[in-house]
Every structure is written in structure tokens, then in C-alpha cells.
């Protein structure tokens, strides 16, 4: 358990990095971020900081010595670097979640495996693979990279009359999964913490709407039905344990169906604080910036309860140059990640209002 005083090394400087470093020091503990851009925006308010590669060992073993905790803000951390890290300080959550979560079919497996819903899905390694899938799934379906997709980058969707060698070659020769075509009426997130001592909290089921595969909103309460909502709690908090998660993490999912018939189908894991969790810092109780970092030092859960019905619009390239306007109204929560410059679809803020019920 750490002390007050102590720090938390984090890996990746991005905005979730610099809303965790903001979240630690009320707590007093200290941050110390490592990333290789010398423009992390978490550099801005954190105790210390490294720049290097993540394969750099003599900075990583530095970093290590400097630090009493290990956690990282993105999942693409590489498995070599977090296993280096693993051996000198405890890394929270454990490399195992990134090691699943980093593989669409690794994870699709998992979630199998606990028997949770999804939708049906092929593991394709060649244009054999996939005709084959595509002859049971039909189409639309939609086609991606086992690695490193994000923000609807590595996939491609594939409709009626759409040649499959394009669709795999648009992916590059990457290993891939082919997805069945959910028909969703919602998209949704369930933002969940697990403790070291295993106590798990989630906060409410959010509706996220998106605009070129970013996401744009987040609206809390999600307008789905009760028993709907019940069930995506409980799938997040069955993968929290199931993982042995310590830390805060999102699962995303689809609804589909109508108003008194709805299901749930997971899509995802973030093994991380994650966009669709903003809201948390005006919102709820406790933020997920701040729940992350009490599951990390090994501390108490706060409460996860929200304060009032709730929206956070993501702002995104040039939509930050509005601040001024969006200053003007004296409920809005503006937050700015500090981002020199404003490229397009680059998160570069995020505005909360919080209206009690
Ligand atoms: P992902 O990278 O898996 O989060 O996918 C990005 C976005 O693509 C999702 O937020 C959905 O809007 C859409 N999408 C992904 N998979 C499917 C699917 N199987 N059926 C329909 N839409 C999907």
C-alpha cells in the first residue's frame, strides 16, 4: 500500500495521464510520467518525468527505481516493456489484462469463455479464412486487425459486393477477425474499478455517440431499460474479477433491440481510465481519474454515485478554439489537455454539465 508522498510511475503522457497525475495530488501522492514525446501534455502537471522508448531498458530501469507503483494510460504499452517493469516494482493492472485485451481474438476468447455476449466472430489469417467467414456471417460484416486498432482505425466493413482480397489487403497482411454486423440501437460503456482487496465499483451505464468513429458524447444516465442496464453492470464487474483487475477499466457494448426487449452485446475492453469516463470528475462522487489512482496505491474504493443527469461533449480539433464561448456558461466544466497544436481529430478537450436530478 503506498503512503502519501510516495509516486505512481505512468506510462503514456497523454490527457488520461495528466487527468490521473491531477487526480494524485490531492491524495499527495507524486506522479512520474514516462513517454517518448518530449510534448506529452502530462508533463505539464506531474512531479517528475522521462523521455525515452519503451524498449529503452536503462531509462525503464531508472524509471522503475524512481517509482512505487507502475501504471500506464493506454493499452498498447508493449508486452516486453511491461514484463521488464513487472520484475523490479508491481505493475497495477496487471501486464495479464494488456496481454488479453491487446488481442481482438485473444479477448473475443475471454469474453467466450466467461460466457458473456458478443457478437460471432472468425479468426482470419488469410483470404481462405476469410470468404469462408464471410459465407456463414454474411454481410454487412466487418473486418479487423487483431492489434493496435482504435478510434475505427484497422477495420473496414464490408458490404454487399465488396471484394474480400481488397477489404484484407486494405488491413495489410495483419492477422484479423471478422465480425458479424451487430445492427446496434445504442452504443454504451460500463466504467468499472476493482480494488487490490477485490471490492468492485461501477459507475452508471453511459450512452456514447460518436462522429467519425471518435467519440463525441457521453449522455449518463444511458436511456436503456432496467433489466438491460442491470445485465452490462454485472458482465463489467464478472470481467473486473475474472481479470483480477486492479485499477479502472471500460467495457464498451452494443444494445440491440427495442425499448422493452433490449440486449446487450460487449464489444471491448479498455484496460484503462477511458474517454466515455470524463463525466466522473464533476459527475460522480469520486472520478474514475481518482478511483484509478486509489486502486493503484492499493487504497479504498470511493463511492461511485452520480451527482445529476449528465453530458460531456469530447472537443475535438478545431471545436477547442471555442472555449471562450463555452466559458460563458457558468455550468460548463471546461477541460483543456494543453495540446500545442489543434490537428484534426486530435482530443484536445472536453466540456462536462452536470444537471442535478
Ligand atoms: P471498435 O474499434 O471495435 O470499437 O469499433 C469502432 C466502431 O465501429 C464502433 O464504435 C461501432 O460504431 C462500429 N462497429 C464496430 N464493430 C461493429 C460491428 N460488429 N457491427 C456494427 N458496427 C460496429
Not at 190 to 208: F, K, P, Q, S, W
Request: net charge negative.
Amino acid at each position: 500500500m503506498l503512503k502519501p508522498g510516495q509516486t505512481i510511475g505512468i506510462l503514456g503522457g497523454g490527457q488520461l495521464a495528466r487527468m490521473l497525475a491531477l487526480a494524485a495530488a490531492p491524495f499527495g501522492l507524486r506522479c512520474h510520467i514516462f513517454a517518448p514525446e518530449a510534448d506529452s501534455p502530462a508533463f505539464d502537471v506531474a512531479y517528475a518525468h522521462t523521455i525515452a522508448d519503451y524498449a529503452d531498458e536503462p531509462a525503464l530501469a531508472r524509471f522503475a527505481e524512481a517509482v512505487d507503483v507502475i501504471t500506464y494510460e493506454f493499452e498498447n504499452v508493449p508486452a516486453h516493456t511491461a514484463a521488464f517493469l513487472a520484475a523490479r516494482r508491481p505493475v497495477r493492472p496487471d501486464p495479464q489484462a494488456l496481454a488479453i485485451t491487446q488481442d481482438r481474438l485473444s479477448e473475443k476468447q475471454f469474453l467466450t469463455s466467461l460466457g458473456l455476449p458478443l457478437a460471432p466472430f472468425w479468426e482470419i489469417n488469410s483470404l481462405t479464412d476469410l470468404e469462408a467467414a464471410l459465407a456463414v456471417s454474411g454481410r454487412p460484416a466487418v473486418l479487423k486487425t487483431r492489434r493496435f486498432g482504435y478510434d475505427g482505425k484497422g477495420q473496414v466493413m464490408i458490404r454487399e459486393g465488396d471484394d474480400a482480397a481488397a477489404a484484407l489487403a486494405q488491413l495489410g497482411t495483419a492477422p484479423a477477425v471478422l465480425e458479424g454486423f451487430v445492427p446496434f440501437t445504442r452504443e454504451v460503456s460500463v466504467v468499472v474499478a476493482r480494488a487490490l482487496d477485490g471490492r468492485v465499483a461501477a459507475y452508471d451505464l453511459c450512452e456514447n455517440n460518436h462522429k467519425n468513429h471518435i467519440l463525441s458524447q457521453t449522455l449518463v444516465p444511458a436511456q436503456v431499460d432496467g433489466k438491460a442496464t442491470e445485465l452490462a453492470l454485472q458482465y463489467a464487474q464478472t470481467l473486473a474479477s475474472s481479470l483480477g483487475y486492479v485499477g479502472v477499466m471500460a467495457v464498451e457494448m452494443f444494445v440491440v433491440g427495442e425499448s422493452g426487449d433490449e440486449q446487450i452485446l460487449v464489444n471491448e475492453i479498455a484496460p484503462r481510465v477511458h474517454n466515455s469516463g470524463h463525466w466522473t470528475i464533476e459527475g460522480a462522487e469520486t472520478s474514475q481519474f481518482a478511483q484509478h489512482i486509489r486502486a493503484v496505491a492499493g487504497w479504498p474504493l470511493g463511492s461511485a454515485s452520480r451527482l445529476g443527469r449528465v453530458r460531456m461533449d469530447n472537443l475535438v480539433g478545431e471545436e477547442a478554439e471555442d472555449w471562450l464561448v463555452l466559458l460563458s456558461d457558468p455550468q460548463a466544466h471546461l477541460h483543456l489537455y494543453g495540446k500545442a497544436e489543434a490537428r484534426k481529430g486530435r482530443k484536445m478537450g472536453h466540456v462536462t454539465f452536470v444537471t442535478p436530478e
